[in-house]
């Protein structure tokens, strides 16, 4: 990191960016061609942290996670817009968290709904977890496992 007076390294602090953030960015690249996607995600972070999210079971996603399932993920949030006088002071207030991972399907069952709840978590959701056997068949969990991140602040 260039700035290091921005780096985050505080275990509690970059998971309150990880439970804040609305949406996870993953971008692919193939043949040269970048493609990025939003996306609703959930987390489980013990030992490593590893990301969870669901799509369906076929489109370009899982396509180029085919082709080559090394992403970079992104996720922002505490955003704030700072005016000032001259336009080069105006400036934006931010926590973000940037990292690497290998993408890849979740096949067993038990640990597709393990991702899903991640997932429900992360929104919040307080109900039972209970999975329609029709929604689960049509589903594809994905499991971003992280092999290296870092959080970055501005305030």
């Known amino acids: 990191m260039r700035k290091k007076d921005r780096e985050i390294k505080d275990a509690?602090?970059?998971?309150?960016?990880?439970?804040?953030?609305?949406?996870?960015?993953?971008?692919?690249?193939?043949?040269?061609?970048?493609y990025n996607?939003?996306?609703n995600f959930g987390y489980i972070w013990k030992d490593h942290l590893t990301l969870y999210l669901h799509c369906a079971k076929e489109g370009k996603k899982l396509e180029l996670m085919?082709?080559?399932?090394?992403?970079?993920?992104?996720?922002?949030?505490?955003?704030?817009i700072v005016e000032a006088t001259n336009a080069c002071d105006w400036g934006m207030k931010y926590r973000s968290i940037v990292g690497i991972g290998l993408l890849e399907s979740v096949t067993d069952e038990n640990k597709k709904k393990k991702g899903l709840d991640s997932i429900?978590?992360?929104y919040k959701f307080n109900g039972k977890k209970e999975y329609d056997e029709k929604v689960l068949n049509v589903t594809e969990i994905l499991r971003l496992t992280v092999t290296e991140f870092t959080g970055k602040?501005?305030?």
């Open 37 to 39: 996607v939003a996306m």
């Open 153 to 155: 602040k501005k305030s």
């Open 66 to 80: 085919k082709r080559n399932n090394t992403v970079c993920f992104e996720m922002d949030t505490d955003h704030e």
């Open 12 to 34: 509690k602090e970059l998971e309150e960016i990880l439970q804040k953030a609305d949406v996870c960015r993953i971008a692919f690249a193939v043949d040269n061609i970048p």
């Open 120 to 122: 429900m978590d992360h």
